[in-house]
């Protein structure tokens, strides 16, 4: 099992930028790839983007593609996602979670070890 932790969301206004983290404990060797979903209220969880464990390959949602980056830090066992150019629609619980798998990095399904989320809220 993977616990995962995040940090770092808040309430911030349409344009500005704001960094979440998740860091990763226990079984992280087994991690193929993180990723960032987002659920917003009375919406289904929707992926945001992934990055392969090893190698940082990166994967983004069109929605987020240009404006949200994803990042890691393998020392530290954790995953960053930096998010410029915010909007009001980007407002939701982001989730980190982690998978073993290497195809459908995008599907929720895919992953095991989920983060408790961090609230962001974009005002506009």
């Known amino acids: 099992q993977v616990r995962l932790v995040e940090s770092g969301g808040g309430l911030v206004q349409a344009g500005d930028s704001l960094r979440i983290s998740c860091v990763a404990s226990?079984?992280?060797?087994?991690?193929?790839?993180m990723g960032w979903f987002r659920q917003a209220p009375g919406k289904e969880r929707e992926f945001v983007t992934a990055?392969?464990?090893?190698?940082?390959?990166?994967n983004y949602a069109d929605s987020v593609k240009g404006r949200f980056t994803i990042s890691k830090d393998n020392a530290k066992n954790t995953v960053y996602l930096q998010m410029n150019s915010l909007k009001p629609e980007d407002t939701a619980v982001y989730y980190c979670?982690?998978?073993?798998?290497?195809?459908?990095?995008?599907?929720?399904?895919?992953?095991?070890?989920w983060g408790q989320g961090t609230q962001v809220t974009v005002s506009s």
């Open positions: 990055i392969m464990w090893t190698d940082g390959s990166t």
């Open positions: 226990g079984r992280t060797f087994s991690i193929y790839h």
């Open positions: 979670a982690a998978t073993p798998y290497a195809a459908q990095w995008w599907s929720a399904a895919r992953y095991f070890d």
